[in-house]
């Protein structure tokens, strides 16, 4: 059964420190890898989307990584701010001719001043 | 600015009473998809769309409808709900097919449904 599994489940940092979300999958054959940001009460938005042949992208202050031999991702996050208050979802997609995506449970981020 | 739409944001009712959220992009999307998310579950797709009048069951579709009558419009239909329909609901969409594409998702900001 594919499955997508977040950790932690929840985590606290103080603002401004780094901190890395990790994602391990079971998904096969894989297609894509995403991560998402969703804010209290708002829908998810897209953060990165990684392929097969990519092991790390970037967006602002996020950084993901990829490897695909042992099927883990992380997001790391650079110089936290209060905004990165959120949850942050791993999502893989499994090709199977037509869109299979399993979603993680999220990890809920919270940033304290 | 583009942007998925849903509506309402909100809404309690009783079991039985037919509802229909409705779901509207404007970036042109032919793909188009509704998840419902749960407390400790991650989203679930219900139904989703890959163009008009292409519609498919994703992983939970019991207890749900869906049309695909124009491009931008995809709204989710109970029938007749019942308490375990109780959930947060979001519809998305997206360029293409994001199972075997680089495209993102872009996700409305969701429905969340009590049923009594």
């Known amino acids: 059964k594919n499955q997508v599994e977040q950790s932690p489940q929840s985590l606290i940092i103080l603002e401004g420190k780094n901190c890395t979300l990790q994602c391990n999958y079971t998904v096969s054959p894989f297609s894509n890898l995403r991560w998402y940001k969703q804010d209290t009460g708002r829908g998810p938005v897209s953060l990165t989307i990684m392929t097969f042949s990519e092991n790390t992208k970037s967006n602002g202050r996020y950084t993901a990584t990829l490897d695909a031999d042992t099927k883990q991702s992380s997001l790391h996050i650079t110089a936290s701010q209060l905004s990165d208050s959120a949850s942050y979802i791993c999502?893989?997609?499994?090709?199977?001719?037509?869109?299979?995506?399993?979603f993680g449970t999220g990890t809920r981020l919270t940033i304290i001043p | 600015e583009a942007q998925v739409t849903q509506n309402p944001r909100y809404l309690i009712t009783v079991t039985g009473k037919k509802l229909t959220v409705t779901c509207s992009q404007n970036?042109?999307?032919?793909?188009m998809s509704w998840y419902r998310q749960d407390p400790g579950l991650g989203l679930r797709q219900i139904y989703y769309?890959?163009?008009?009048?292409?519609?498919d069951k994703g992983d939970v579709p019991e207890g749900y409808k869906v049309s695909r009558k124009e491009k931008r419009n995809f709204p989710l239909i109970l029938e007749s709900p019942s308490p375990n329909q109780t959930s947060l609901y979001f519809c998305a969409s997206s360029l293409s097919n994001p199972g075997y594409s680089n495209q993102p998702q872009h996700f409305g900001d969701g429905t969340r449904l009590s049923i009594l």
């Open positions: 999502v893989v997609s499994a090709n199977f001719g037509n869109e299979k995506l399993t």
């Open positions: 769309s890959m163009n008009v009048e292409v519609t």
């Open positions: 970036m042109n999307h032919e793909y």
